[in-house]
């Protein structure tokens, strides 16, 4: 959650590098944005212009809104420069709320991701001391703090005492116009430093640093970085003692970071997955099998997710049960933390995230690292924060993903899943073939022929108020990934749910007309489903129904080829391509959903 990025180097054109790091990064926050550059030059005053920047403060540029077009061709040339695309916690929606702030003589600037949650307490004994708060965010206080102390003490001294002050998960940037060096510190909060040629950089995720260098260190907790054009030294916040870290070559191709011709990140997301999913399904046997072993003999299993993710955990312990007879529980990431009282050093805990950076899942995780359980985590990028903290990494491999909702990490989940199942069962050959189909079920909802169908639907659906999404067994999570995709992206109330719980209650909302999307895969759930479905449609509603097979009782009618246990997959992307064109009906941006954001690093 919030992107930030900051340069220094050789170049005089920073605030134009940070703006297009910045584009790079708006998935991660996009409710305003802003830039801060040390000048070089002095601009002559313009009084058209109304503003004039002098080298003796901090020149900064702030806007409400996405940074799409914006320009800072008025921010003056500049050695060093950092910002901010900003997802609001403290403080509402408003230029001074956006980042970076300023101290009150304007030479010390500071971007933040995080919440500091003594900021009331701080505040108040810096308001006591004299300090003029602008916004009403709890980042502003740092900026404050770091004036106060930099009074008695070094920048860097400064930077660290006021961020060990400062409690919650937080990263900040730091600058100062008499110092002229970046200050990057984390303590929750991803941060990536990136060593280049004449020039160094930092951003919160590490694709940003591609087009400038592929030698990067991921700042571990309490590490801070201290970055000059030709150096960056990292320290330990908390004593201050250097730390000689270990660089990491990234070989990340960077045209996967790029819209090319589509005209979404979600779309082009979608269509990625054959290939994904080709690539998992091709891993070596050995490679599986090596990976199956982690949780082979474990005492107990709790697979952990959040939202999409939570639904492929759920996936999981029905396929680990269906294919390999093994009980794998599941948990959702913000709630496991309350639940683990039982694990011991036999427990295995299996943490599925695309980011890595999801803090429900990493708090859940540290607390089941003090109990001794092993973490072996499914994520998609690597050298994240659960990446490293992990005992065993299985990555996901489905490339960097940027729309903000998950399609092909979500996928390529299920399929990393789905062959672990079968190697726990000595079937991983049989996993691969599975898969396979899933692929070329997955091919056919792709073609032009399919996708006019989706239009066609999204345009009968595009006005619906609410819809119930039913399916049961692996159709159950498949329902609630339907569901969820739908409201976050059209704005739509979808409720999904498994089809057994529609008399239990909801069916007490049906009448005529409302939407139903039923799943009826050709397996030990198809009969039951229909009999879900048919509930609904005698009280009215209308069946959409995603099946192998047609079926009288459809009002219409999706083909999914059936892929045995693997058919999930094809009927989540038949979800994915539902919610993308239900959207563009509904004139909004699938890629950047209203008060959302892509890696969510905040409690
Ligand atoms: C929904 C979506 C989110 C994520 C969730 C977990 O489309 O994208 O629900 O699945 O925030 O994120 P990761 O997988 O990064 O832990």
């Not at 000048?39 to 403060?57: L, V």
């Not at 950076?357 to 690597?382: C, G, H, P, W, Y």
């Not at 069916?507 to 409302?514: C, D, F, N, P, Q």
């Not at 999307?517 to 609904?536: C, H, Q, R």
Request: net charge neutral; glycine share 8%.
């Amino acid at each position: 959650m919030c992107g930030i990025f900051g340069y220094i180097g050789k170049k005089t054109t920073a605030a134009q590098i940070v703006l297009e790091g910045l584009k790079s990064l708006e998935y991660r926050g996009y409710d305003s944005w802003g830039v801060a550059t040390i000048p070089i030059i002095m601009k002559p005053f313009d009084s058209a212009q109304g503003e004039q920047f002098s080298n003796s403060a901090i020149a900064v540029k702030k806007q409400v809104g996405k940074i799409g077009n914006a320009s800072v061709n008025d921010l003056p040339e500049g050695n060093l420069a950092f910002g901010h695309t900003r997802w609001a916690t403290h403080g509402g929606v408003t230029e001074r709320n956006a980042h970076p702030h300023l101290d009150c003589s304007h030479t010390i600037a500071v971007v933040h991701n995080g919440i500091i949650e003594n900021y009331q307490e701080i505040k108040n004994k810096l308001i006591i001391k004299g300090h003029l708060f602008l916004s009403e965010t709890d980042s502003e206080v740092a900026t404050h703090l770091i004036e106060e102390y930099v009074k008695t003490r070094s920048f860097s001294d400064a930077v660290r005492t006021a961020f060990n002050d400062c409690t919650g998960l937080n990263a900040l940037i730091v600058t100062s116009l008499k110092d002229q060096k970046i200050i990057a510190v984390r303590n929750g909060s991803p941060l990536a430093v990136g060593f280049g040629d004449g020039e160094n950089l930092v951003a919160s995720d590490a694709t940003a640093l591609l087009p400038f260098t592929r030698t990067v260190h991921f700042l571990e907790d309490d590490e801070m970085a201290l970055l000059t054009k030709n150096t960056i030294t990292i320290n330990n916040v908390k004593t201050g003692n250097e730390i000689v870290v270990k660089k990491v070559r990234l070989n990340w191709i960077v045209d996967q970071t790029q819209l090319g011709s589509f005209p979404h990140f979600m779309l082009k997301e979608i269509h990625e997955q054959p290939r994904v999913l080709e690539s998992i399904a091709s891993q070596s046997v050995a490679t599986i099998q090596k990976n199956a072993d982690t949780i082979k003999d474990a005492a107990h299993s709790y697979l952990l997710g959040c939202g999409s993710a939570s639904y492929v955990a759920i996936a999981g312990a029905y396929l680990f049960s269906k294919i390999a007879g093994k009980h794998i529980n599941w948990a959702i990431g913000s709630e496991f933390g309350y639940q683990l009282d039982f694990l011991n050093s036999r427990s295995v805990i299996i943490p599925v995230s695309q980011s890595g950076e999801t803090m429900d899942i990493l708090e859940s995780v540290k607390k089941a690292k003090l109990k001794q359980a092993r973490i072996v985590a499914l994520v998609n990028v690597f050298g994240s924060t659960l990446y490293r903290v992990a005992d065993h990494k299985i990555l996901i491999a489905a490339g960097p993903e940027k729309a903000v909702a998950s399609t092909k990490a979500v996928t390529a989940m299920l399929a990393h899943l789905t062959l672990l199942a079968y190697a726990l069962a000595g079937k991983t050959k049989a996993g691969q073939d599975v898969v396979k189909r899933a692929i070329e079920s997955t091919n056919q909802l792709l073609v032009q022929k399919s996708i006019v169908q989706f239009k066609k639907l999204a345009r009968q659906l595009k006005n619906t108020r609410h819809l119930f999404v039913i399916g049961r067994g692996l159709s159950y999570p498949a329902s609630l990934e339907t569901a969820l995709k739908i409201k976050e992206i059209a704005y739509i109330h979808a409720e999904g749910m498994a089809a057994g719980e529609l008399k239990h209650g909801p069916l007490a909302l049906v009448e005529k007309g409302t939407p139903c999307i039923a799943f009826l895969p050709n397996d030990e759930t198809y009969g039951a489903n229909l009999a879900g479905a048919m509930e609904m449609k005698a009280r009215g509603a209308k069946i959409l129904g995603i099946s192998h097979t047609p079926h009288e009782i459809f009002d219409e009618y999706i083909e999914v080829k059936d892929a045995e246990e693997a058919t999930i997959i094809p009927n989540i992307v038949v979800a994915q391509l539902l919610a993308y064109y239900l959207t563009l009906e509904r004139d909004l941006d699938p890629d950047k959903p209203r008060n959302l954001a892509k890696s969510v690093t905040v409690k």
